[in-house]
């Protein structure tokens, strides 16, 4: 193949983005969430990682009428975890 360089560029390309996510690439792709109020706590007593953020609404055309409708609400959203490197928390999941 001549132009090798050109293709592995448009491998890792952004290919969309929609209100509420993101994708990224391909084999593997790449799947995020837009989110906002991220908060990470590390509570050392216990070992373990406070995770707290926020999923904005999701807004869409209105039923009737013209304008904009909120499809989705915002939600609040946490999570506890072991506190360990992410890698840690890979190779437990394989296991």
Same mark, same amino acid.
């Given at each position: 193949?001549?132009? $090798?360089?050109?293709?592995?560029?448009?491998?890792?390309?952004?290919?969309?983005?929609?209100?509420?996510?993101?994708?990224?690439?391909?084999?593997?792709?790449?799947?995020?969430? $837009?989110?906002?109020?991220? $908060?990470?706590?590390?509570? /050392?007593?216990?070992?373990?990682?406070?995770?707290?953020?926020? /999923?904005?609404?999701?807004?869409?055309?209105? $039923?009737?009428?013209?304008?904009?409708?909120?499809?989705?609400? +915002?939600?609040?959203?946490?999570?506890?975890?072991?506190?360990?490197?992410?890698?840690?928390?890979?190779? +437990?999941?394989?296991?």
């Amino acid at each position: 193949m001549v132009n $090798k360089h050109a293709l592995r560029q448009s491998q890792y390309r952004h290919l969309n983005t929609y209100p509420s996510h993101i994708l990224y690439g391909r084999m593997p792709c790449i799947y995020a969430r $837009k989110v906002v109020n991220l $908060k990470v706590r590390l509570d /050392e007593a216990s070992k373990e990682e406070h995770l707290s953020w926020t /999923e904005p609404p999701i807004y869409g055309n209105a $039923k009737s009428g013209s304008g904009v409708a909120e499809i989705v609400q +915002a939600s609040n959203h946490s999570l506890v975890r072991p506190y360990a490197t992410i890698s840690l928390d890979i190779y +437990a999941s394989e296991a």
